[in-house]
Nanobody
C-alpha cells in the first residue's frame, strides 16, 4: 500500500487562498487515483474532487465543489495538491487525501457505502476566519 501524509493546513482569513499537499510513499504513486475529501465538525465527509492516475490527469469535481478548488498531481514528486481560493468560513474542516487504484471508487466514496478508498491520510485542519 501507499502511505499518505497531508500538509499545508492552518488558519487563513476568509477570501484568502491555501494550497494543501498530499505526499505519498511506499507503493508506486502513479498506480493510484487520488482524491481530496473534507469533514467539518458534526457533518459527514464530503468529496472535493479526484484525479486520475496518470497521462492526461482527468479530474472530477462534484457540482458543489466546482470553481474554487483545483486538484493537481506531480507523479515525479509523488505528491498531489489541492489549491483552494476565495475561502469561506464554511470551508473550515479537516481535509483528507485518499488513494485507490480505481478513480470511480473515489468519485462515489461518499455516496456508495460499499466503495471505500484503499488508503487515507491522517488529515490536516483548515480553519477559515472572518
Amino acid at each position: 500500500q501507499v502511505q499518505l501524509v497531508e500538509s499545508g493546513g492552518g488558519l487563513v482569513q476568509a477570501g484568502g487562498s491555501l494550497r494543501l499537499s498530499c505526499a505519498a510513499s511506499g507503493r508506486t504513486f502513479s498506480n493510484y487515483a487520488m482524491g481530496w475529501f473534507r469533514q467539518a465538525p458534526g457533518k459527514e465527509r464530503e468529496l472535493i474532487g479526484a484525479i486520475s492516475r496518470r497521462s492526461g490527469f482527468s479530474t472530477y469535481y462534484p457540482d458543489s465543489m466546482k470553481g474554487r478548488f483545483t486538484i493537481s498531481r506531480d507523479n515525479a514528486k509523488n505528491t498531489m495538491y489541492l489549491q483552494m481560493n476565495s475561502l469561506k468560513t464554511e470551508d473550515t474542516a479537516v481535509y483528507y487525501c485518499a488513494a485507490d487504484p480505481v478513480l470511480q471508487t473515489l468519485e462515489v466514496a461518499t455516496t456508495d457505502k460499499d466503495k471505500n478508498p484503499e488508503v487515507w491520510g491522517q488529515g490536516t485542519l483548515v480553519t477559515v476566519s472572518t
